[in-house]
């Protein structure tokens, strides 16, 4: 995994905006209605290439597919494992009704916008295991194509994939009997995807919102212990899953849900950090630009990063339009290279996706690009502040 070596890098969390055409079919396909699948196809490919093309002009040195060929980043799995069926609407997060003017505030908006939806999903009706590889090496090789093609080469590529606890948390489970089970049946059944990713020659990136989002979603009404077990849990099947897998060649995603909200019952990465740093992987990706979480920098001073991570600071909010400025990208930049101690070990990133469901980005497209174009114009900045 690239280190910060002669300037601050940047990436980003994942998924990027997708074509209205491209969310149209995709909101339609999800609903269980015929589409042209030729067509699908087709504007998965521009759209991919676009998202590549424009990444690199704006400046991003770890890129990738913008998560295009995908509904969402992680109900894709249920076309690439067997068990799935039946729907069931999933429960809302509870900081979003526990404010009931927020909630009627929000409902016309989203009511009115076509989006492939996170709240009705699949359950786990049969014994999940991983039976169709064949989209994933189509996305690989697809997208290592479009790279090829580009003039300017990213610095190095990165493929997300989700992990086994957010498809186990949504996608109830009528099978296993136990949380646990279940967590551990996907995570045997995806170690074949996250294996596939890394022999292609990406890092490969663990979507981990559960680690994070469940203590106010599935835990919201149990004690705090119950929910760190959950989480020591998860990242135990996280490793045995990527047993085959160097720990350089993983990045481990965390957030508390990226949707623009009160955030009141957030866990504290205060008490998420020991045990997120028993993952075996090479970095962290965290966010720490939204206004919930931007002062828990100072949580890697009571808990410093192990030697062998990097820390990607989330530094760009992808639930504001506001574009953020670049001194204040290279500020947020500057606290977490300073608890880190070391400014070779910090990227520079956003904190989550910008489309993590098709349909539901809550940022302008020209927007993202410009807030990406911040992102680079602060990594500038703090480079000549702090490696030169």
């Known amino acids: 995994m690239e280190r910060s070596a002669t300037r ?17 079919l995709m909101v339609r396909k999800s609903r269980g209605e015929p589409v042209d699948e030729a067509e699908l196809s087709a504007l998965v490919k521009q759209a991919t290439e676009r998202v590549v093309a424009k990444q690199l002009e704006v400046g991003i040195d770890i890129g990738n597919n913008g998560e295009q060929p995908r509904e969402s980043f992680f109900t ?12 069931y609407n999933r429960p809302i997060m509870r900081d979003i009704v526990h404010f009931q003017s927020f909630l009627q505030l929000k409902l016309p908006e989203f009511a009115r916008r076509p989006m492939v939806s996170l709240g009705t999903l699949p359950r786990a009706t049969g014994e999940v295991r991983y039976v169709d590889r064949s989209q994933s090496e189509r996305e690989c090789a697809d997208f290592k194509q479009i790279v090829a093609q580009q003039p300017k080469p990213f610095i190095e590529l990165f493929m997300s994939a989700a992990s086994p606890g957010i498809v186990a948390c949504a996608m109830e489970d009528e099978y296993y009997g136990s949380l646990d089970a279940y967590v551990d049946a996907v995570a ?15 890092v490969l990136q663990l979507d981990c919102p559960d680690l994070a989002m469940e203590r106010h979603t599935r835990f919201h009404d149990q004690p705090l212990d119950a929910f760190l077990r959950f989480v020591d849990h998860g990242i135990a099947a996280i490793n045995r899953a990527l047993s085959n897998v160097p720990r350089e060649r993983v990045r ?6 990226n949707y623009e909200a009160p955030h009141i019952f957030d866990v504290p990465l205060q008490d998420l950090l020991p045990h997120l740093y028993a993952a075996k992987v090479g970095a962290l990706v965290l966010s720490m630009a939204n206004p919930r979480h931007a002062h828990e920098y100072k949580c890697f001073q009571s808990f410093p990063l192990p030697d062998n991570m990097l ?54 497209e020209e927007v993202v690009w410009e807030k990406l174009r911040a992102l680079r114009a602060g990594a500038d900045l703090a480079t000549r502040r702090l490696l030169r």
């Open 76 to 87: 894709y799995v249920q076309h690439r494992l067997s068990g799935f069926g039946g729907l």
């Open 311 to 364: 820390l990607v600071a989330g530094v760009i909010d992808p639930t504001t339009n506001y574009v953020e400025h670049p001194e204040v990208v290279a500020e947020r930049i500057e606290r977490a290279a300073g608890v880190v101690g070391d400014p070779h070990r910090v990227l520079a990133g956003t904190d989550c996706g910008f489309d993590t469901s098709a349909g539901l980005g809550e940022v302008a």
């Open 252 to 257: 481990l995603h965390v957030c508390w849900g």
């Open 8 to 24: 601050i890098l940047t990436t980003h969390a994942g998924s990027l905006p997708r074509p209205p055409e491209l969310t149209a």
């Open 188 to 202: 045997d059944a995806l170690r074949v995807e996250y294996e596939y990713i890394v022999s292609q020659g990406f």
